[in-house]
């Protein structure tokens, strides 16, 4: 299985912040990653696939980067909605692992 | 507007038998890949398997081959996960979501609300 590793495991931050979270795979996955936002209590929330690619209806704020093992979640200007947790997953090989999730908290 | 609405909570004994649904609407059924994912309580998110109701083709992760079916009714629009003896560790919450891509990128864009599992003596 390819494993995929997220850092920070939390994070705290506040609004207005620009916060970057990073996902690492255990072997390259190219750009077959994509992002998820979970809030308490919700379904998941498809944010990027491809590595970069927007979902429709995401906000510009959200973006992806990077390719091969190394991937990053950048988001520009922290809003109060954006305190949740956030998970990677590689689309390269079954199964399709995702990552243990960065949990965003207010500072 | 895609849809995926999963079945009610589900309180049930070790060694029962038990079958959740998720009903789509709302784009054709059997043109899109059908996925499960667990999540047990406080942890992350684990890719259990798909299915594409056009064929039934299904693929399951290794972790949960032999563990769990995964079904569909394209006549109903509905899939299915169904345990056939169900132990305490199958106590998560588990969604449906449909699992999108053009060939090669992959990903679920269309998630159902959840089902809750409880399984205890």
């Known amino acids: 299985d390819i494993q995929m590793t997220q850092s920070p495991s939390s994070l705290s931050a506040s609004v207005g912040d620009r916060v970057t979270i990073t996902c690492r795979a255990s072997?390259?996955?190219?750009?077959?990653l994509n992002w998820y936002q979970q809030r308490p209590g919700k379904a998941p929330k498809l944010l990027i696939f491809?590595?970069?690619s927007w979902q429709s209806g995401v906000p510009s704020r959200f973006s992806g980067s990077g390719s091969g093992t190394d991937f990053t979640l950048t988001i520009s200007s922290l809003q109060p909605e954006d305190f949740a947790t956030y998970y990677c997953q590689q689309s390269y090989g079954n199964p399709y692992t995702f990552g243990q999730g960065t949990k965003l908290e207010i500072k | 507007e895609v849809q995926l609405v999963q079945s009610g909570v589900e309180v049930k004994k070790p060694g029962e038998s038990l079958k959740i649904s998720c009903k789509a609407s709302?784009?054709?059924?059997?043109?899109?890949?059908i996925g499960w994912v667990r999540q047990m309580p406080g942890k992350g998110l684990e890719w259990m398997g798909i299915?594409?109701?056009?064929?039934?083709?299904?693929r399951y992760s290794p972790s949960f081959q032999g563990q769990v079916t995964i079904s569909a009714d394209k006549s109903i629009t509905t899939a299915y996960l169904q345990w056939s003896s169900l132990k305490a560790s199958d106590t998560a919450m588990y969604y449906c979501?449909?699992?999108?891509?053009?060939?090669?990128?992959?990903?679920?864009?269309?998630w159902g609300q959840g089902t809750l599992v409880t399984v205890s003596s």
């Open positions: 491809a590595a970069s």
């Open positions: 979501a449909r699992w999108r891509g053009d060939g090669y990128y992959f990903y679920f864009d269309s």
């Open positions: 709302g784009y054709s059924f059997t043109n899109y890949w």
């Open positions: 299915i594409y109701p056009g064929d039934s083709d299904s």
């Open positions: 072997q390259s996955i190219s750009s077959y």
